[in-house]
């Protein structure tokens, strides 16, 4: 290859570096907390969950992507038969359920996890439908 051919090629990548970036960034937000509708990613980490409280409509299907920012946690969400043994740092864990009892439904951490774990709790709130 000749140098000007080369220049060209470079060039070439640059442009579609700087076209994609804004592509992939986008796409990498809306994939780490692009919580939308019924879809929330809830982030274990320091003694607390977040968000704390999560809102839906009751008979809504819910999908949750859970994370740590800190060593590894459980997931129990009571009255919906939501449980995971193992929600662990940098890695998302998807679960799905329908929403389907109105009320207030707390979700809690299942592993000892440090001195905060007694506050690693939040609240599922299910609107009644009408």
Known sequence: MTARAL???????VM???????A??????RYIGGDSGNGFTLVAGESAWTPETLRVRQGELVRLRLTSND???G???EDHDV???AVYPGEFTSVE???DKAGRFGFVCTRVCGEGHH???GELIVEAEG
């Not at 220049?7 to 990548?13: C, F, Q, T, Y």
């Not at 992939?24 to 937000?29: C, I, K, R």
Request: charged share 10%; aromatic share 12%.
């Open 7 to 13: 220049e060209k090629l470079a060039l070439g990548l």
């Open 16 to 22: 579609l570096v700087i076209a994609g970036l804004p």
């Open 24 to 29: 992939a960034t986008v796409g990498y937000q």
């Open 71 to 73: 060593v590894v946690h």
């Open 75 to 77: 997931f129990l969400l």
């Open 83 to 85: 449980a995971v043994d």
């Open 97 to 99: 359920f329908v929403a």
């Open 119 to 121: 506050r690693m709790w």
